[in-house]
């Protein structure tokens, strides 16, 4: 199984939480997803990373790690009700 489709169930995870209410948590699943499939970007060869390869390796992983790390620390920061 190639790593993006992993990543796209993640995702889509993530947002069937923000979509029924859980939008903390759900956020917090995506962030998580993308900055694991940047982890993956680097240690997974490129036949086994399907379309997260992108631009170089370094690149790839640096961009999906800073926005996953990103959207957790959004979701995070955001007060509760």
Do not use: Q
Request: glycine share 12%; aromatic share 2%.
């Amino acid at each position: 199984m190639k790593a993006s489709f992993v990543v796209l169930l993640g995702v889509a995870a993530g947002l069937v939480l923000v979509a029924v209410g859980e939008w903390r948590v759900g956020a917090a699943v995506v962030g998580l997803v993308l900055s694991l499939a940047g982890a993956a970007r680097l240690t997974l060869p490129s036949d086994k990373v399907g379309d997260l390869a992108v631009r170089s390796r370094v690149v790839d992983a640096a961009v999906m790690i800073t926005l996953g790390l990103a959207l957790v620390g959004l979701a995070n920061s955001i007060p509760g009700h």
